[in-house]
Nanobody, 127 residues
Framework: QVQLVETGGGLVQTGGSLRLSCAAS????????MAWFRQAPGKERELVAA????????TYADSVKGRFTISRDNAKNTVYLQMNSLKPEDTAVYYC????????????????????WGQGTQVTVSS
């Protein structure tokens, strides 16, 4: 199983930016799709962004399109989430997730399609 560790969360003012990083262990990283999910108190965990193993295809939640960018550096076994123009509604715990190595039946993929999860990092956007 891939081990994932997120860093980069914190407190930022409305309109600010943060860059989350997810460092992965294991030689299979380059063959796995990766994603960022987030969960706010009392709400379901939702997909923020996902990226295929090659990095060619990405998908984003409508609420973050144009503001967030997911990317990966397979040589460094790391996936990133650049978050710009942050809003208070972006406040949540953000989780990095790795796919299972097989094909997706749905794209964007649901949370159940991911087999490994990081511990989460808190992002708080103040108004």
């Amino acid at each position: 199983q891939v081990q994932l560790v997120e860093t980069g969360g914190g407190l930022v003012q409305t309109g600010g930016s943060l860059r989350l990083s997810c460092a992965a262990s294991g030689r299979t990283f380059s063959s796995l799709a990766m994603a960022w999910f987030r969960q706010a108190p009392g709400k379901e965990r939702e997909l923020v962004a996902a990226i295929t193993d090659s990095g060619v295809t990405t998908t984003y939640a409508d609420s973050v399109k144009g503001r967030f960018t997911i990317s990966r550096d397979n040589a460094k076994n790391t996936v990133y989430l650049q978050m710009n123009s942050l809003k208070p509604e972006d406040t949540a715990v953000y989780y990095c997730a790795a796919g299972r190595g097989g094909p997706f039946r749905n794209w964007p993929p649901p949370s159940g399609d991911f087999g490994s999860w990081g511990q989460g990092t808190q992002v708080t956007v103040s108004s």
